[in-house]
């Protein structure tokens, strides 16, 4: 006997399940019929290549008709004899998403905050800054090697020798590299900009109001309804751009030896990910790798979640 | 409760429903039959007449288009109702474009490689041996194998020395080119400066050794701080092309070293020392510049000499003009100097349509017969002929529009050619990674700090950039 209940079917067994599908799917046939667009994309486009490349993990494959089962033998590689590497790439990324992200969420909110001001011709200060954006990546990466050409003659070392600097080496040296990608980095600021912007529109201007009524200054006004109020896009933000981070790959446009960059500086994991499976033809190796990746990022992304208590939801 | 159960259940049949579509997707495309299949080579009126498509898989170069739709038009001549069509196979890496096309059983009939690429075709076993057709062709002309240039024909081989895989159209060699208008005033001007070190003034010839290179360096060096065109403004005169495999294994076998014996990597030799010196002594001199510093410009005349490959002479003779000309790559440690060596060409897909599978073949056959090498030329293939009887470039229509060059530089001491070997003792698909590593290695002995001549200093020793080297080699062939 199946007894009905508001939450669905109790008492077990798989017609209790196939009665169950049945009846939620007579209720929301049209819903899903609506989402189907969606869920077949991810299905095709993400769910199959996830399993696929976990799969490849336990293989030896090359691409083409090698083709073995190997165990867990890319792990082992992984953490073996590749570690110094796969502890060298992870160290890079890491770094580069600590310094990177809050550098970039602040940039872009105070960027957003400024065209965000009543002045006249603001909207073409907008545009402006959210150019780059539109810019392919492999287009702006090939950008940013002429400007932060390391000869004498590059862009930005001709402007500094102007001012008695020495030419630096950008990315085309160690110690100075990695600060040259964040930097580079940077030049999508407008994109995070955007984003606050729709955040700071939708902050009701009578709060506003009310604190210039009761005295508040422009930093108080600032720090205690703006902040404040702005937290979901701030989270939002922030774990996008973990995400991000930890996929970072625009180095192989413009670094040196394969995107590795000189003495492995600018060598991320997406771009190991990436010579693995291309350079190395070691598909089964980059599948575990990406694997790893994928792993490290949920328990970030996991993490941001799980101490998220300071954004405002508009429950408090 | 129930709704997570359910939504669990369907996760999980969803994965293993994946993974088992994954698994099944997994089985070969094709059957490779080995050199064990029957052939005919000796066509009859009826198999002239026969109506066809061949499909020949390209890079995306047009070039290549260009070549395959001109030799297509003579074959058209023998084969009338033979269609040849193109396919390019256009994407980052070619070998992995091939792969996919394989995975997708979306293949051509007739696949471009270049000796580089062929290690990883002839390993998965695309290629079809084509053994049995020699042997067949040999039957009816003793001397067929001999009509074709020894060292080209070879590194169609597998491992250069076994059964043949893949047919080379032509051949190609690293040599230098030059920029004479700087070349010329540079050694009037050094001259003019040291009567008592006066060079010759036809020191650049084919055969022109190391030493005379520096030498040509050091008289440029001077002439162009002369110009006010110093290291400083990043004016370099050499594109050296140091990490690219083929200038870098001549650069290493010219001077003895070794790279590995078949069991380990041997890198820590005198000839690699010797080798890394060499380069070092170009940056430290400003005659090459370093990793952080730019190349010296050759494409847009800024530079006087570049190494890279003979096939590219179109190409810098419409860059560089009247000034433009060619000499051999400079001879390094007397005989034991070697030129870096490469042959583009064609094999034929092992999964091919047995019906089809002796057209293809007297499509190849076609391609370097003599008519077959006369349309490429015609096309604007300008590299040496993979027939001996081909070679004269002032005969053959390779060496057309080009007979005021220096054309000997491509086929002088042919005996030089060299096609490095040493991944030949590692699976095929590390050769890749390999090779990579070696020019990773190249890249880290060039890397130095500062842009003026006399600040330079390099940032790692020979020693440790030959460890580190040694040391990524054993951790890519270990697994």
């Known amino acids: 006997m199946h007894k009905k209940t508001d939450k669905g079917v109790s008492g077990g067994g798989k017609d209790a399940v196939v009665t169950f599908l049945k009846r939620e799917w007579r209720m929301s046939w049209a819903g899903w019929m609506f989402i189907s667009p969606l869920v077949i994309g991810i299905a095709i486009f993400t769910a199959y290549p996830m399993v696929q490349s976990l799969i490849y993990s336990f293989y030896n494959y090359d691409g083409g008709r090698l083709f073995e089962f190997n165990g867990i033998a890319n792990f082992r590689y992984m953490f073996g004899l590749d570690f110094e590497e796969v502890a060298k790439v992870f160290g890079n990324t890491f770094l580069y998403g600590i310094i990177s992200v809050p550098l970039n969420l602040c940039?872009?909110?105070?960027?957003?905050?400024?065209?965000?001001?009543?002045?006249?011709?603001?909207?073409?200060?907008?545009?402006?800054?959210?150019?780059?954006?539109?810019?392919?990546?492999?287009?702006?990466?090939?950008?940013?090697?002429?400007?932060?050409?390391?000869?004498?003659?590059?862009?930005?070392?001709?402007?500094?020798?102007?001012?008695?600097?020495?030419?630096?080496?950008?990315?085309?040296?160690?110690?100075?590299?990695?600060?040259?990608?964040?930097?580079?980095?940077?030049?999508?600021?407008?994109?995070?900009?955007?984003?606050?912007?729709?955040?700071?529109?939708?902050?009701?201007?009578?709060?506003y109001e009310a604190a210039r009524i009761d005295g508040a200054g422009v930093f108080r006004r600032f720090f205690f309804i703006t902040v404040p109020l702005s937290t979901p896009m701030i989270f939002y933000n922030l774990v996008t751009g973990i995400i991000g981070a930890m996929q970072t790959n625009h180095t192989m446009v413009f670094a040196s030896d394969g995107g590795r960059g000189p003495k492995d500086s600018l060598y991320f994991i997406a771009v190991k990910i990436y010579n693995e499976a291309f350079i190395a033809k070691d598909f089964g190796y980059a599948s575990a790798l990406a694997w790893v990746l994928f792993l490290v990022i949920a328990v970030l992304t996991a993490i941001t979640f799980m101490t998220n208590k300071w954004v405002y939801t508009g429950d408090d | 409760m129930k709704k997570t159960l359910v939504a669990i259940l369907l996760a999980l049949t969803t994965f293993v429903s994946a993974f088992s579509v994954v698994g099944c997707s997994r089985k070969d495309s094709f059957d490779n039959p080995g050199?064990?299949?029957?052939?005919?080579?000796?066509?009859?009126?009826?198999?002239?007449?026969?109506?066809?498509?061949?499909?020949?898989?390209?890079?995306?170069?047009?070039?290549?288009?260009?070549?395959?739709?001109?030799?297509?038009?003579?074959?058209?001549?023998?084969?009338?109702?033979?269609?040849?069509?193109?396919?390019?196979?256009?994407?980052?890496?070619?070998?992995?474009?091939?792969?996919?096309?394989?995975?997708?059983?979306?293949?051509?009939?007739?696949?471009?490689?270049?000796?580089?690429?062929?290690?990883?075709?002839?390993?998965?076993?695309?290629?079809?041996?084509?053994?049995?057709?020699?042997?067949?062709?040999?039957?009816?002309?003793?001397?067929?194998?001999?009509?074709?240039?020894?060292?080209?024909?070879?590194?169609?081989?597998?491992?250069?020395?076994?059964?043949?895989?893949?047919?080379?159209?032509?051949?190609?060699?690293?040599?230098?080119?030059?920029?004479?208008?700087?070349?010329?005033?540079?050694?009037?001007?050094?001259n003019e400066q040291h009567p008592d070190e006066a060079l010759p003034t036809d020191i650049i010839k084919n055969g022109w050794t190391w030493d005379d290179f520096m030498d040509v360096c050091a008289a440029l060096r001077e002439y162009f701080d002369s110009q006010g065109w110093t290291v400083s403004k990043g004016r370099y005169l050499v594109d050296h092309t140091f990490t690219w495999a083929p200038v870098m294994f001549s650069l290493f076998k010219s001077n003895n070293a070794s790279i590995s014996d078949g069991t380990s990597f041997t890198l820590d030799n005198e000839g690699t020392v010797k080798t890394a010196e060499m380069i070092r002594e170009m940056i430290e001199k400003g005659y090459i510049g370093h990793t952080a510093t730019g190349g010296a410009n050759y494409e847009n005349g800024n530079g006087a000499m570049l190494f890279h490959s003979s096939s590219a002479i179109a190409k810098y003779k419409g860059y560089i003009g009247d000034d433009y000309d060619i000499v051999t790559f400079p001879v390094i440690n007397g005989d034991s100097g070697v030129f870096g060596f490469g042959v583009p060409g064609y094999g034929i897909f092992a999964g091919i349509d047995e019906a089809k599978r002796?057209?293809?073949?007297?499509?190849?056959?076609?391609?370097?017969?003599?008519?077959?090498?006369?349309?490429?030329?015609?096309?604007?293939?300008?590299?040496?002929?993979?027939?001996?009887?081909?070679?004269?470039?002032?005969?053959?229509?390779?060496?057309?529009?080009?007979?005021?060059?220096?054309?000997?530089?491509?086929?002088?001491?042919?005996?030089r050619n060299y096609g490095e070997t040493f991944f030949l003792n590692y699976p095929a698909s590390k050769k890749q990674i390999l090779v990579s590593t070696m020019s990773s290695f190249v890249n880290e002995i060039m890397t130095y700090t500062g842009t003026e001549v006399g600040t330079l200093k390099a940032e790692y020793t020979i020693e440790s950039c030959i460890e580190e080297c040694v040391k990524n080699l054993n951790k890519y062939i270990s697994k």
């Not at chain 1, 990466?141 to 930005?156: A, K, N, R």
């Not at chain 1, 008695?164 to 085309?172: C, K, R």
């Not at chain 2, 070679?391 to 001491?413: F, I, P």
């Open chain 1, 107 to 207: 940039l872009s909110y105070l960027l957003a905050v400024l065209v965000n001001q009543k002045i006249h011709g603001v909207k073409a200060f907008r545009m402006f800054y959210y150019l780059p954006v539109v810019i392919p990546g492999v287009v702006s990466g090939v950008i940013w090697s002429q400007i932060m050409d390391p000869s004498s003659q590059g862009v930005l070392n001709l402007f500094l020798g102007r001012f008695g600097i020495p030419p630096s080496g950008f990315f085309a040296t160690a110690s100075t590299a990695l600060a040259s990608a964040i930097v580079m980095n940077l030049w999508g600021l407008g994109g995070g900009m955007v984003l606050w912007l729709a955040a700071l529109k939708n902050i009701p201007a009578g709060l």
């Open chain 2, 35 to 190: 050199d064990d299949y029957e052939v005919n080579v000796d066509m009859t009126d009826e198999d002239y007449q026969q109506t066809a498509t061949l499909t020949v898989g390209v890079t995306a170069d047009p070039y290549e288009t260009e070549l395959i739709n001109a030799v297509a038009e003579g074959f058209k001549l023998l084969f009338p109702n033979v269609t040849i069509e193109t396919v390019r196979i256009s994407g980052t890496d070619y070998v992995s474009e091939v792969d996919k096309r394989v995975n997708a059983k979306n293949v051509p009939d007739i696949i471009y490689t270049s000796e580089s690429e062929s290690f990883s075709f002839i390993s998965s076993e695309y290629f079809l041996n084509l053994a049995p057709y020699i042997n067949a062709e040999t039957k009816n002309n003793a001397d067929y194998e001999k009509q074709f240039v020894a060292e080209a024909w070879k590194m169609g081989q597998e491992n250069y020395d076994g059964d043949q895989y893949f047919i080379p159209r032509s051949s190609d060699r690293i040599v230098t080119h030059l920029n004479t208008k700087y070349t010329d005033a540079a050694i009037e001007y050094w």
């Open chain 2, 358 to 415: 002796d057209l293809a073949w007297q499509f190849l056959n076609y391609i370097i017969s003599y008519e077959g090498q006369e349309y490429l030329a015609m096309a604007g293939m300008k590299t040496p002929s993979v027939r001996e009887d081909l070679q004269d470039y002032n005969t053959a229509s390779w060496g057309e529009g080009y007979r005021d060059l220096n054309l000997e530089a491509t086929v002088w001491e042919p005996e």
